[in-house]
Structure formats: C-alpha cells, structure tokens
C-alpha cells in the first residue's frame, strides 16, 4: 500500500487537485531517472532504531548526534559541539534549523526520548550511562557511571538516532523511523525492501535522486546479476571475483575500498582440544593466509596480523605474525600430546577431530573454511564443516561447547578502539570464546577512563599484544568490500567504516 506523505500532503495543498495529478503522473513516467536502487545482503527487519538502526543510518533516513568523518574520525552530526564537562559529564550543543521529517523541532526535548530508549537498551548495556537529560533548549547532558572517553564514538551508533516524538508510542515502541536525513521514509516491505524520498526541507546539501529504493537480497549472485540487468544501480557486499566481471563491463563500475573488517577463528577455550593454548597456536601456524588471500580474495584485502588493520587506522599495535610453519604445528600438537597415527593424531585414545562452524551470509566464509580445513588436515586434524545460520552459531555457542566458529565483523564499526571490549573484555564480550584475562580488563576499563589519546593507545596495544599470545581469537584476513553500479552512476563515495552510504551525494 503506498503511503501518503507529507511531503505529497504540502503539494497537494499547494496545487490543488489538478496539481496532485499532476505529480502522480509525472512520478509514473519518470521513477526510472529520478529513483535509485540499491542492492545489500542485509534485510529490513525493524523500523525501529534500537533494533535496525544501522541500517536506517546507512540510507541516511535517520541521523545520529554524532558522524564519523571519511578519515575514520567523530565528526559533527545533529549536534555540532560536544565537550566534556567533568570526566563524568559530556555535554552536546545540538544544530539549530533542523526539523525532523513530520515538521517537529529538534530540540533537547524532542531528541530526549529517543536517547533514553537507546542508552536504555541491551544493545548499549555496555556504555555505562547513567543518565541523559535536556539541560538547555538545544543542551543535552549525558552522565556517565564512571569516566567514559568513548562516548562520543558510541554517539555516531544508529541505534542513537534520535525519531521525532511522535513516532514513539505511549507503549514505548516505534511506529514509524521519522528521522532528519536527507532521505525521508516512504514505506517499507519488512524482510523486503525499503523506499525513501528526498526530503524537500533538509538543513544541508539535499538528495540529488528522488526516490531511493533499498532491497535486501542475501544472495550475493542475485544482486550482482540484478545489476548486470539494470535491476539495480548499486550492488553492495559482492564476492572478490565479481571486480574483474565488473570491471570488463563498459556499462558497469567496480568500486574496491579496504574496510575494517576481518574473518578471524573464535576459539572455544573452555572445552577440549582448544583449551589448549598450543592446538591454537598449532591451527594458527597451519592456515597459509597469503593462500586465501591471492586465491580467494582475488588479492583484494591482506592477511591479518591482529584486530586492526594498520593501513586503514592508527590504532593497529605491532605484532609478531603467526607465519604459515605447517612443521611448527606438528610440533606444537606433539608437545600437547596429539601423537602422529597415519594421516591424524591420536591422545588418549581420542582422535584430534574438530568442527568448524561457519554462515554463508558473508561471501566465501564456508569456501574459506574448506580451505582451512584442508590444511589443518594436512598437520594431522580431522576437520568436519557446519554451515548454519549466524544467530544459530550465536546460540548455540553462547549455550553449549563448540570447537571453532569462523566468524567475520568490522572491528571498528564505531570508531573507537574500546570495540575491543565487545571481543575480549570477560564480562561484556558479545564474541563467546570464554576467555577471561584479568590484566586485559583492567586495560580495557583503564583506556575506558583516560582521555588522552597517547595513554589509551598504550592501554589498547599491551591488550592486542596479551590476545596474540593467549589466542582466544585467530585472526585470519581483512576485508576489500567490492561494490557495483551502473557506470553512470557520479558522486559515490565509499565510506571507510560504512556507517552511511551517503547516497544522497548520487547523481
């Protein structure tokens, strides 16, 4: 059912009846010039922020207090100045002349609502915010537990983008993402698709494009082949070897670009046989990373070394590498008592058998994975492969023993390095390796506090260098996202961290 906007509501009432026929015709005859399709793996499953909010951001219908730059750095959002009042107290000067999308003033009062849902929402429990209030007409003050330097980057997170008032139910729920984009929500087929406008009364730089139509499509042969048939002008998250297809296609374009994003191991340190730090180090040594790299990933991306991808953020510590010895694997399963029995290894009487868990939403994970277990094979490990959907990985390794999950996430999807806590800290961990490392936490909760960049970056690289000893990930390779559109497609920027997708800069 289409919806009737407000923006077609102004139009109608400015032109009459004839006038609003006019528009109806006129957008019949011209949605293939002036509307943009976009193609991704992800689908809308919420219009709700503290659900979805990502996604909402990246097609630029809601925006949050805070941006982050195309240099990876916090950059001004709705709100234009924020400082640090006490190490306990940060306040946010929000723009003036903006409105949301229903018309309504944003105000400290009317963006309240939506970052008390957020910051009181599980997905945040891990910013220790205590309270957030309206202080001045465009004040917002928020209180934190304890020192918490991270904030700021925890602001520019769609799940802090403020909807109008009236959007949110007296049940505290969503009714509709009425946010201040260049980029205002139409309708949307949940699990589908998603249309947007252009929003006629944005404060800065408005769309070129009309009418933008996002589609989640979880097959990546689909979007690229909904593209080659101009039923799409952009196709996000394609294999590695689509570059060369596109890049032959004069109607076509490749757009490669590095993201902070790596496909690591999550090992299960509380059951045998990766309890053992050796096996780990054994399977680490095993993996030949410049392999996958030149015969996967078509060269694009590079082996990881340890979470941060050095040529994409300063935050990336050096480290010693674990460099493919398959022989320095064999001896290291030996020292772990996984004696040599043909082509495997027995202790115990026990078989050296793993499994490795893996998701096919992110292209070439379980090919990845066949790679790896054919060279673990080769050191003596019988390896079994199970592909599953991701939240059923998350379940079920949150709730029982696995062996190892090859996993894939951005490591610096808000630009800060205290992401490291999602993946190591032992109480706020969403990764479920079960490793626990007291000198890690007191890193992590110490960065957490201390404001100068210098200090924190020492806190940050003592914690890489501790997990690439103790190993409770492996990291693999990073990430060269490849994205297609038509070759008449100006003005596409890729965003390093993919936060937004900036199409309103499309022509």
């Not at 059923?392 to 996993?407: C, P, R, S």
């Not at 201390?450 to 690289?461: C, G, L, P, S, T």
Request: glycine share 6%; hydrophobic share 35%; charged share 25%.
């Amino acid at each position: 059912m289409y919806k009737f906007t407000r923006r077609q509501a102004l139009f109608g009432a400015a032109a009459g009846i004839s006038g609003l026929g006019g528009y109806w015709l006129r957008g019949s005859e011209s949605k293939d010039d002036d509307t943009f399709r976009v193609g991704s793996p992800w689908t809308p499953d919420s219009i709700d922020p503290v659900t979805n909010g990502w996604l909402w951001r990246r097609i630029n219908v809601l925006e949050p207090l805070l941006t982050v730059d195309y240099d990876g750095t916090v950059s001004p959002g709705l709100a234009t100045d924020w400082h640090m009042v006490n190490n306990r107290t940060w306040e946010f000067a929000l723009r003036e002349g903006v409105t949301f999308h229903d018309g309504t003033d944003v105000t400290a009062a009317t963006v309240l609502p939506s970052l008390t849902r957020a910051f009181d929402s599980s997905s945040m429990a891990a910013v220790p915010v205590d309270a957030v209030e309206a202080t001045a007409d465009r004040t917002i003050t928020i209180q934190t537990a304890v020192p918490f330097s991270p904030l700021p980057a925890h602001c520019t997170r769609g799940i802090t983008c403020p909807v109008s008032p009236a959007a949110i139910d007296d049940d505290g729920s969503v009714n509709e993402p009425i946010g201040t984009g260049p980029f205002q929500f139409e309708n949307w087929e949940a699990g589908s698709t998603i249309t947007a406008t252009a929003n006629p009364d944005y404060y800065g730089s408005g769309a070129h494009i009309d009418t933008l139509i996002y589609e989640g499509i979880t097959d990546d042969q689909t979007r690229r082949l909904k593209l080659e048939n101009r039923e799409l002008d952009m196709a996000r998250i394609l294999p590695n070897k689509a570059a060369d297809t596109l890049a032959s296609d004069p109607d076509l374009t490749a757009h490669t670009y590095k993201i902070p994003r790596a496909r690591y191991l999550v090992f299960d340190l509380d059951s045998a046989p990766f309890s053992d730090r050796k096996v780990r180090r054994a399977v680490m040594h095993a993996i030949d990373r410049d392999h996958i790299v030149a015969s996967l990933l078509n060269g694009l991306g590079s082996k990881a070394v340890g979470p941060f991808p050095s040529d994409v953020t300063e935050w990336a510590a050096e480290l010693e590498p674990y460099e493919h010895l398959p022989e320095k694997a064999r001896s290291l399963l030996a020292e772990a008592g996984w004696e040599a029995d043909g082509d495997s290894r027995i202790r115990d009487g026990e078989e050296l058998s793993v499994s490795i868990w893996t998701y096919n939403t992110r292209p070439l994970l379980p090919t990845i994975a066949e790679v790896i277990q054919t060279q673990l094979q080769a050191v003596g490990f019988d390896v079994d492969i199970s592909v599953m959907e991701s939240s059923t990985i998350k379940e079920q390794a949150k709730n029982g023993e696995f062996d190892t999950v090859l996993w894939s996430s951005s490591v610096l999807w808000y630009p800060d390095p205290d992401r490291l806590s999602d993946f190591v800290h032992s109480e706020t961990a969403t990764m479920f390796s079960g490793y626990e490392n007291e000198t890690v936490d007191q890193h992590l909760e110490a960065a957490r506090r201390i404001a100068d960049r210098d200090e924190r970056f020492k806190r940050y690289a003592a914690v890489q260098r501790r997990i690439q000893r103790d190993l409770p990930l492996g990291w693999l390779t990073y990430y060269a996202n490849v994205i297609g559109t038509r070759a008449d497609v100006e003005g596409y920027q890729p965003h390093p961290i993919e936060s937004c997708y900036h199409l309103e800069d499309v022509t």
